[in-house]
């Protein structure tokens, strides 16, 4: 039987979502959980990569097990075995064709950022301490939202075929004194939120005038601007058709 469930975790101890040979993954952590609940070898399937350090509130994935077994039990036990920085949670049965990748509909993703130390969220936030104009910043995400190439924003070894994804949403909010980049789109190629940070906070300081629209338009990582630190970005969500 296949199950379906969310995963939250802090990355901030790992070395990104996926199994890694010399290193700990969210993956072999939530795996091994699984493993020990079921009484047998469990392969954790989830919706994407997050990279070392980035957090996930809501990441989607699956299991498949050989038999029927009570999800509240189950997630219960799960969850005494993981390090307190996992959580698993929504454990439910799905059907066979469903797959926590390529079920997905969309994708969103928060970065969040500060003008000023903030002990209590390190490792959380991105700590922006340049003379920043937010207001251009702001203005400057509503040219990601369409369908794009988003060539200009993908690092190298990326391994995509291409790096059209079509945006639904980019914004710039307050929360206090923290400053929250939301987007959200049905794919996202190999370090494109993070690039799209590091470029926008470029533009906001001044360090980059041209406009988001061109260097999109241009398809050039040189154009655009640094990679912003991994602590910042949390995968907010995972949407998918008939499943919470």
């Known amino acids: 039987m296949k ?7 802090d990355g901030s101890g790992f070395s990104g979502w996926q199994r890694q040979k010399n290193a700990p993954s969210i993956q072999e ?31 989607g ?17 799960v969850n005494a075995m993981l390090p307190p920085g996992i959580a698993v949670y929504r454990l439910q049965p799905v059907g066979e064709e469903f797959h926590a990748r390529f079920s997905a509909v969309s994708r969103r993703y928060c970065y969040s950022m500060c003008p000023r130390k903030r002990p209590l969220l390190y490792k959380r936030v991105w700590m922006v301490f340049y003379e920043m104009d937010w207001k251009r910043v702001e203005e400057e995400c509503a040219a990601l939202v369409g369908m794009h190439d988003f060539s200009a924003f993908c690092a190298s070894g990326s391994g995509a075929r291409h790096a059209r994804c079509t945006v639904t949403k980019a914004s710039l909010s307050s929360q206090g004194d923290l ?14 939120v993070r690039s799209l940070i590091g ?31 991994a602590c910042g970005l949390v995968l907010d969500n995972v949407f998918y058709k008939g499943v919470d």
């Open 29 to 59: 952590a939530v795996e091994k959980a699984f493993t020990v609940a079921a009484r047998a070898p469990c392969r954790v399937t989830g919706a994407g990569r997050t990279d070392a350090g980035v957090h996930a509130r809501a990441q």
């Open 61 to 77: 994935a699956h299991v498949e097990l050989d038999a029927a077994l009570s999800t509240k039990e189950t997630e219960r036990s």
């Open 199 to 229: 470029t926008l906070v470029d533009i906001g300081r001044g360090h980059i005038t041209a406009p988001l629209a061109g260097i999109l338009s241009g398809r050039d990582r040189k154009r655009a601007g640094t990679t912003a630190p």
């Open 179 to 192: 400053k929250v980049f939301t987007i959200e789109a049905d794919r996202f190629v190999y370090m494109m």
């Open 3 to 9: 199950y379906f469930f969310r995963v939250e975790y």
